[in-house]
């Protein structure tokens, strides 16, 4: 079923050319079958057959609970190294991990239980989908699909790189150095510190542990890219909608259709603009706990990354550190910037109301356009739970804590 403003089209037109509303989401749903997780059903996925989602739930709760094992292993090593007053600087480097590990937890944890209000919010946009060529045109769908997925690709491939190069950097090492070029002896490390009740560094176990935190880590960045590409795409088309729905405002003429027309144009537009809305409520519900974590940790996680890059190191730890941080900005920095375009589309819609041509319109047009315009004054948020409307200055203001953070962190590591 597709919404097309001012008509409500009970048939599907499907061609080879239209876009479909589960390409938004082919990201998404590829990141989360690979930790083994549907996020929202459908009538595709409702087709599979029980073995079939059994297998996938083992496959999924095994990958956590490895996760939440590795997790636990480093939050040990941390207490460990502040309680006896050693191995500062590897205990703050596991801090930034740590920060990063139960991110991805929260966000794993938290959409696994809202998978019934994803659904929902999946099924409306789909009724709102334009379904014909001409509609997406009108639409510009095949613009924002494009944008969204630049988005996508390079969001993911930098926090792929970032993950693996930690994953394999002493596997690499091993290979270059001592393998290849003979120059030293190889000691066993894995990739993140961590603390076990048995000696790994000389038995089977090594490999055992190695591969485990390889795992953690590509879990953990799965749940991470997954929740945030799912939020992006949801955001996607909600800017979509409210622009669509601002330039139909914008070309229509008041006055020139009879009364009773004008009347149902507006009254269909309200509606429009309300379901956009109770949209963008239950979307932030959905994913306010986590943004609030991720926004809270991301600090954190930038001001022990800065620290340990003005330490300074070995030029290939120094290397990581940086594309860390760099991930680390690019995450915030791009949440940030979808919430602040969907503030931006909520807030246009208001002002494209009083731009048309309404002079035209009868008394009773003319009054119900306070409605929409007194609505749309209020913008649409995404929102970190009460305590949070996301946008580009709490980017800022969260840069800014930042680096109180660290001056404070530096202050106390010189002294």
Request: glycine letters at 4%.
């Amino acid at each position: 079923m597709a919404w097309k403003f001012g008509k409500h089209s009970k048939t599907i037109v499907t061609s080879v050319k239209t876009i479909s509303l589960d390409k938004f989401f082919r990201y998404v749903n590829i990141f989360y079958l690979s930790i083994g997780m549907v996020a929202y059903e459908s009538e595709e996925r409702n087709n599979n057959n029980n073995w079939t989602r059994n297998l996938l739930n083992c496959y999924f709760f095994c990958l956590v609970l490895n996760l939440n094992f590795v997790l636990l292993s480093e939050l040990i090593y941390v207490a460990l190294a502040f309680a006896k007053a050693n191995n500062f600087l590897e205990a703050t480097m596991n801090l930034c991990f740590i920060g990063y590990v139960v991110i991805g937890v929260i966000k794993i944890r938290h959409i696994w239980y809202q998978r019934t209000q994803l659904t929902r919010v999946v099924a409306q946009l789909q009724q709102l989908h334009p379904a014909e060529e001409r509609q997406q045109a009108e639409y510009k769908m095949d613009e924002y699909l494009r944008g969204y997925r630049f988005i996508s690709i390079f969001y993911s491939s930098m926090q792929m790189v970032l993950v693996w190069s930690y994953n394999l950097y002493w596997a690499a090492y091993y290979l270059i150095y001592d393998f290849w070029l003979g120059i030293r002896t190889f000691k066993r490390m894995l990739p993140y510190y961590c603390w076990t009740p048995w000696d790994w560094s000389s038995n089977w176990s090594y490999y055992v542990m190695y591969i485990s935190q390889n795992l953690a880590g590509q879990t953990c960045v799965s749940g991470q890219l997954a929740a945030d590409m799912f939020m992006c795409a949801l955001v996607t088309l909600l800017i979509m909608h409210f622009k669509r729905l601002g330039t139909r405002f914008e070309q229509h003429v008041a006055g020139q259709l009879p009364p009773e027309q004008d009347l149902d144009f507006l009254q269909k537009g309200i509606i429009y603009h309300q379901r956009l809305l109770l949209l963008s409520e239950e979307i932030s519900k959905i994913f306010g706990i986590p943004l609030l974590c991720n926004f809270a940790s991301s600090s954190f996680i930038i001001c022990f990354m800065i620290f340990q890059i003005t330490i300074g190191g070995n030029i290939d730890n120094l290397a990581m550190l940086g594309l860390f941080l760099f991930c680390s900005m690019g995450q915030i920095f791009i949440i940030g910037s979808y919430a602040q375009r969907l503030i931006d589309a909520s807030e246009q819609v208001g002002q494209c109301v009083y731009n048309h041509d309404w002079f035209g319109g009868e008394l009773r047009y003319r009054k119900m356009l306070l409605l929409i315009i007194r609505r749309a004054q209020r913008p649409s948020y995404v929102r970190a739970t009460m305590f949070l409307n996301v946008s580009l200055i709490t980017v800022t203001d969260l840069l800014q804590l930042s680096y109180k953070f660290f001056a404070l962190l530096r202050t106390m590591y010189t002294k």
